[in-house]
Structure formats: C-alpha cells, structure tokens
C-alpha cells in the first residue's frame, strides 16, 4: 500500500498515514489535564496545510528553517512541514538564551523560526534586528496580537489550507534525494562555540533501520512512547520519534521533566528512551524511601532485592528461570516489584534504552534486576546518533553493546574509538577545517571518546579524551569512570573529579539529600538547614566511608584525597549542565573555583 519511496522521514510519515489512518499517532495533555489522541491522518492534515503555507511563503528546497520549542506534538508538526518542501529543519535547544538562539539562527543562515511559547518568541524578537534574514516567526501557543511578522500556527494552517499548494508539495517530496541535507543539529557545546552537525536524510533512515535490525521482534508489538529528552537533540530525534514513526508507533508528550513520574503513571509507556540521569532519580528514591520504612519492609525489600541481583544472568541473557529460584523470584515480583512498577507507571514498560551519557553499572542492575529491560547504546550527535547497543536478548551491564548492522568499529591511538558507517554525518556547517579534524585519513570519525572492545565486539568507554585529567605527575586519568564509581552511593548524588595538574585527585560532590537526611534522622544528627547538615563531622566521615568503599579497586594514584560536599543539585538551569544533562566541566571549575582551592591549599 505504500504509495511513496522512503527516501526521507517525511515520505514514510507518508506511507505510514496510508497504512494507519485514524490510529493514534500522538497524544498530548490539554488544559483540562487529561491525555487525547491526535490520529495520523489528523497529523497529516496540519503537516500539509503547514507545508502549503512554507511554499506560499517562499521557502524553497535548502533553506533552513529554525525551529525553537520543548518537546509537544507541534514540533513534530513543523519537523515533518519543513522537511517535505525539501527545506532543513535547525533545532535549537528549547532552554537556550537569546543569545544563542542567535548564534544558532545566524549560523545556519535560517530565513524562518518557529517558536513554542511566547518565552521563545520574545527570545527571538530580542536579538531580532542581528537577524535582518528572518522573515517570519511562527508561534505554536495562540497568542493575541502578536508583533510584527509573527504568526499564530493555526492561522499559518488555516492559510495554506487556503493557499494549498498541493502539486509543488508532492513535487518537493517526491524529489527529495537520500543525500540531501535534513537537518543542522548544534551540539550543545560544553567548550566553545557549538557546531553545526549536518546530517542527511539517508543519515536518519540508516539509523531508524539499524535500530529496527538490534530486535525486529520488539519494534512489532503495540507500543506506546512517552516523549520527555529534547528533540532538539539527535538522541530523542532518531530513537523516539523517527524510530517510533517508521515503527507506526505511538508516542505521548510528557509535560516537562520535573512531572515526569506523574506522566509515566498516565501515560504507562511500554518503551522509553532516557539519559542515565532519570534511572539515577528514580533509583535513589526509592532506595531514600526505603531507608525510611519500617525494619520489617525494609528486610522484605532487601531480600527481594538479593533475588533481584540473582536474576542479572537471566534478564540478560533472555533465559527462562526454574525451580526454587523461580518460585522465590515470581513471590519478590507479586509483593515488592510489580508493586513498585506499578508505582512508578512502568509496569508495562518491556524496554528503556539509556544514552546520551554512561549509565552506572549499579542504576542498570537494580532496573533490570526488577525485569526492566535497560539497554545502555552510544553515539554522539556527529553518528544521528546511534553507533552501538546491548541486545535485549543479551545484556551487558558497564557496556553500551555491539555495533549496529553496517557499522564498522576500531581503536585508534590512545584508546580513541573510531567508527565508520551510514549514520556518520556530512560534516560540520560552513567549518571545513573541523570537519577535516575530526576524520581520519582512513575516513573514520573520531569519537574523542576513550574505549575498549570485549571478544563479543561489545564496546566500554572507558572516558573522554579532553575530559581527561593529567595531574602534575604525568599521569593520565579517565574522571568519568570514577564518578560513575562514586554515583554508585546511595549518599552521592552529582559528582566531579578535580585534577588537572594537580599533585592528586579531589571530588566536588552534592549529596543525594533524601538519603542522607532519612539517615541523619535515623542516627540522630540535628540540622536547621543543608548547608549546616554538610558541614557536621558525623556526615563527612560518612562521606569519607563512602568513597572508600567505592574506591578500593583504583590504583593509588586515582584515589581521592580530598572532596568538598555542596548544598545544591547542578541542572541546566544554573548552567552547570548541558541540555542533555551532561556535566560541564568547565563552568563547575570556575563556578566553584573557591571551594576547589581550598582543597588544595598548597597550590
């Protein structure tokens, strides 16, 4: 029945349309605060009208179009708009400033910006007389007498309806090459001024496919998404919307990160997409909550948690348990697991996939130990992104899996992980010289990630090059394997290893305060406030506990000496971290330049 050839995303939105009709294809909140259905063919009919109106507007094939917004069903509206006139969709971050929506929007040389929310739009009027090429903003939310060349998204609809350009619109989509440029993704810039990271509509349809190949079986079960990463980013761009898309999935809008945990119980996802840092809230949580309980829970707790960790070689490895473990294991699932899935809204979820960042070995264990199926991959931006994952039918905690179909993985100087295949991007915007940087001669692109490959072809990364932490005597250390190491507390929340030419390693850490307050209570420390908590002797020789039982397995050199405990969690908000809740190294070291002098009062 498919009618177009799948050359781009927006020609399978298409096809999938043909086959789907009135099924689900999206679901959003609406101000009565109850989740509703938008149809695939209703999806369809505000991706043309929106398409008619781009024409009308004379965008052309190639021309960019910003398009700055969180996460809701209209940007799925104007992605598949703008790519099936041919134009190039650029996302930017929906948290980002003025200033460098401005950069985004000047650099890629966008003629239009679509805007979410009227914080965007008045972003984007701010910097406006620094972009005389932007014709026209487009704002999602309706809004009453907007400015100058500002048009509301139903209003912009309603005309190309009007206008509709029907013909030029099936001419532009039936034209589209596989090598043409789909979108310019930024990344998120953690030293520098971002780069433009130019991928192809082959690059997403390789990589929508490799994906589809790591379990053909799962992609064919009725699934529903819940949408919460940015799709701003390549992350959630390819895995939970161009996945699901192809998949004829369907996919729920979150609201915003911090009503995640209600939205999963509305919503209860049967597949999601994650950065390691939700996995890592919702474990400490429910290991603060438990701490909390009565001694007979918590025995409970704890034994069903002891089959939990039994139950690692079976998860993983897809292999049905027998006997009196299986009996023991199925009484833990009836009065503690399924109990707290249920809870949290996962209890029909049958797989998470983690990226975007290194997922502890400890976070992956306790989900999968419950029958959560938690699959870490990796890639970057520069990859669409992603370059490897852990099989369901074969789960390996601490490695983010085997490379995907047709990609080809090697280790280059310095433990440098190499990669080529179809998912590799064009290259950077209007930046040859980086472009050519980050090639090898071979044609490879360099990671700038650290790694090492295991007999099953199964890839660790083991750290980032320019993280890398060279200490006055010489010697090289990874810090993302040791904070990993550290997270693994049920005291340590955020973590940073300081280093860098210096004499030995020391941690700036933000305690995970639920735990540590329950166990202040419960040893009966008394503090007026966090900043008094921190600072009592009792609390920092637990800390000192803590990171040496956790670090007992590292060399001498890689111990830390000294650490200093902080009173509030780092987020994006107080730019500590990037959009997609990466540290920053850079802004702690100097945010925190006091603190960290003070560990070293030698220097």
Same mark, same amino acid.
């Given at each position: ?6 050359? =781009? ?59 700055? +917004? ?28 003025? !200033? ?30 620094? %972009? ?10 309706? *809004? ?86 940015? /799709? ?11 996945? $699901? ?34 996995? !890592? ?24 948690? =002891? ?23 199925? %009484? ?11 809870? %949290?809204?996962?209890?029909? /979820?049958?797989?998470? /996939?983690?990226? #975007? ?21 990796? #890639? ?34 310095? #433990? ?8 590799? *991007? ?6 040859? !010289? ?6 090898? !001669? ?12 295991? +007999? ?32 693994? =507390? ?8 300081? #280093?860098?030419?210096?004499?030995? /390693? ?22 007026? =406030? ?6 009592? $002797? ?26 200093? %405990? ?38």
């Amino acid at each position: 029945m498919a009618g177009y050839q799948e050359n =781009s995303m927006a020609a399978i939105f298409q096809n999938r349309v043909q086959e789907l009709g009135s099924k689900p294809c999206v679901a959003f909140k609406n101000a009565q605060g109850t989740y509703v259905d938008i149809s695939w063919n209703e999806m369809n009919e505000m991706v043309r009208n929106l398409g008619y109106y781009l024409i009308s507007k004379g965008i052309k094939s190639g021309d960019k179009v910003a398009l700055f +917004s969180p996460n809701r069903y209209e940007w799925w509206v104007a992605d598949l708009a703008i790519l099936s006139v041919g134009a190039v969709n650029v996302p930017i971050y929906s948290t980002n400033s003025a !200033e460098e929506a401005r950069y985004v929007i000047d650099n890629s040389d966008s003629v239009m910006c679509f805007a979410g929310e009227k914080e965007h739009m008045d972003k984007v009027i701010e910097v406006r007389q620094k %972009l005389p090429q932007v014709s026209e903003i487009i704002i999602f939310d309706e *809004m009453e007498g907007a400015a100058a060349n500002v048009v509301n998204l139903k209003n912009a609809m309603e005309e190309g309806k009007k206008a509709g350009n029907k013909e030029e619109f099936e001419k532009r989509l039936t034209s589209i090459k596989p090598s043409d440029m789909a979108t310019i993704i930024y990344t998120s810039g953690t030293t520098g001024d971002p780069k433009g990271v130019m991928l192809s509509h082959n690059n997403f349809i390789s990589n929508v496919n490799q994906l589809y190949s790591v379990d053909p079986e799962l992609f064919k079960e009725e699934h529903t998404l819940l949408s919460f990463l940015p /799709l701003s980013h390549s992350f959630e761009r390819t895995v939970g919307y161009y996945s $699901a898309l192809n998949a004829g999935k369907t996919v729920a809008f979150a609201e915003d990160f911090s009503k995640i945990l209600q939205n999963f119980q509305e919503v209860r996802p049967t597949m999601i997409v994650s950065v390691p840092r939700l996995y !890592e809230k919702i474990h400490a949580g429910i290991v603060a909550k438990v701490s909390d309980a009565p001694p007979l829970k918590r025995l409970i707790f704890n034994w069903a948690m =002891s089959l939990a960790r039994k139950n690692l070689p079976y998860i993983c490895n897809d292999t049905p348990k027998s006997g009196f473990f299986a009996f023991q294991y199925n %009484l833990a699932d009836k009065i503690i697991f399924s109990k707290l899935k249920a809870g %949290l809204g996962m209890d029909r /979820l049958r797989f998470a /996939l983690s990226g #975007g960042g290194p997922l502890s070995k400890s976070d992956a264990e306790f989900f999968l130990g419950m029958g959560i199926k938690v699959c870490e991959g990796y #890639g970057l931006s520069e990859t669409t992104p992603v370059t490897h994952g852990n099989r369901p039918d074969h789960i390996k905690p601490g490695t983010v899996g085997a490379p995907l179909k047709d990609t080809i993985v090697k280790i280059g100087e310095g #433990g440098e992980v190499l990669i080529k295949g179809p998912q590799v *991007m064009m290259g950077y915007y209007k930046n040859e !010289e980086a472009t050519k940087e980050v090639f090898t !001669e071979d044609g490879f692109f360099r990671t700038g990630d650290i790694g090492e490959i295991d +007999s099953e072809g199964y890839l660790k990364i083991t750290g980032r090059i320019k993280d890398l932490i060279v200490t006055s005597g010489g010697k090289n250390i990874s810090p993302q394997n040791i904070e990993n190491s550290l997270k693994a =507390s049920n005291y340590i929340e955020q973590v940073a290893i300081i #280093g860098d030419n210096r004499k030995y /390693l020391s941690a700036l850490i933000v305690p995970a305060f639920a735990e540590l307050e329950n166990w202040a209570k419960n040893t009966g420390i008394a503090f007026a =406030s966090r900043e008094e908590l921190i600072k009592n $002797a009792e609390v920092i020789k637990l800390f000192e506990e803590e990171i040496a039982e956790h670090m007992k397995n590292y060399a001498r050199v890689e111990q830390i000496r000294k650490f200093k %405990l902080l009173n509030a969690e780092w987020s994006q908000e107080t730019d500590e971290l990037t959009p997609t809740l990466k540290i920053k190294r850079r802004v702690i070291n100097s945010k925190y330049a006091s603190e960290i002098a003070g560990m070293y009062p030698e220097d």
